[in-house]
């Protein structure tokens, strides 16, 4: 089997998001596959691009110039679509590149379970809204999205454990509080096919958080480190602004997140 972190770099350098994610599940499968016959395969070493491939389409623009559309108009819904299928094809990409891009640091076998599981559920995330968007008679790529979405990847690029703080702990937990609200939205609708690939993320979700936060505590172990302090002065290096409330406590909770972890950082400073 090729070795992962290659793997990974392959998914990496492939711009459709349609072919990304159909390599993602082959990889993903060959992996769970070795593993399921107690094999530990290697994750060996690679060279992932500082940046991943991408299609031409969507254009990328600053945030300030995405525009925005109100969730009362089928326009609007599907411009909110169109946002969250970017953020999980960005999410596909963070996942493989953790992977390839920390290869070096000795992690137990179970570190590359959960990132692959994770993965492989990220490219299910993108497939399950891209047939939305279809359905609603668009398409990834029909309308300009975010260009700064992989900022926090490429400032944690050399910090393995402020990328951990970073990605799933806050990006990823974040998404935890805004669901909800999202699946309300298309509820309201009468959108059966939304809601129902939403509730498929947000329990998804949950787990790529807690695996976060499981790997966090995990290298605080081994250097010693207090995790509060070293997730907060993490954050406030690497993560821009303040955390929004209102937090979902109650999943941030469920995914091994307490309150004593992102409260603070929702204070002005
Ligand atoms: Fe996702
Ligand atoms: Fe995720």
């Known amino acids: 089997m090729t070795p992962l972190a290659q793997m990974a770099t392959e998914v990496l350098n492939t711009a459709d998001g349609r ?13 769970r596959a070795a593993r399921a016959g107690g094999a530990q395969p290697s994750v060996g070493a690679a060279q992932p ?8 389409n969507p254009r990328l623009l600053p945030p300030r110039d995405v525009p925005r559309r109100k969730p009362s108009t089928l326009d609007g819904r599907i ?19 953790i992977i390839a891009r920390f290869s070096q640091v000795p992690m137990p076998i179970g570190f590359f379970d959960d990132w692959v599981k994770a993965a492989d ?6 497939n399950l809204l891209c047939d939305c968007l ?3 008679g668009s398409y990834y790529g029909a309308l300009p999205a975010h260009a700064g979405m992989w900022q926090a990847a490429e400032e944690t690029k050399d ?6 703080a970073v990605v799933p702990m806050v990006l ?7 669901t909800p609200s999202m699946i309300d939205i298309f509820r309201k609708a009468g959108d059966s096919q939304v809601v129902a690939a939403l509730e498929i993320i947000y329990a998804e979700e949950v787990h790529h958080v807690a695996y976060g936060s499981k790997w966090f505590h995990f290298l605080c172990g081994r250097h010693d480190l207090d995790p509060v302090v070293a997730f907060q002065d993490l954050v406030r290096r690497y993560f ?21 972890f992102y409260w603070p950082l929702s204070e002005a400073r």
């Open 134 to 136: 279809e359905t609603h």
């Open 19 to 31: 072919a990304k994610t159909a390599l993602s599940h082959a990889h993903a499968a060959a992996w």
């Open 49 to 56: 691009p500082l940046h991943p491939a991408r299609p031409e």
């Open 172 to 178: 990823e937990a974040r998404g935890l509080d805004v």
């Open 79 to 97: 411009a909110m679509l169109h946002a969250v299928a970017h953020i999980e094809l960005n999410a596909v990409d963070l996942h493989w590149d």
């Open 240 to 260: 821009h602004g303040r955390l929004k409330p209102p937090f979902n406590e109650e999943k941030r909770a469920e995914a091994g997140l307490p309150p004593d």
């Open 121 to 126: 559920e990220e490219s299910k995330h993108f």
């Open 159 to 164: 910090d393995f454990m402020g990328r951990l």
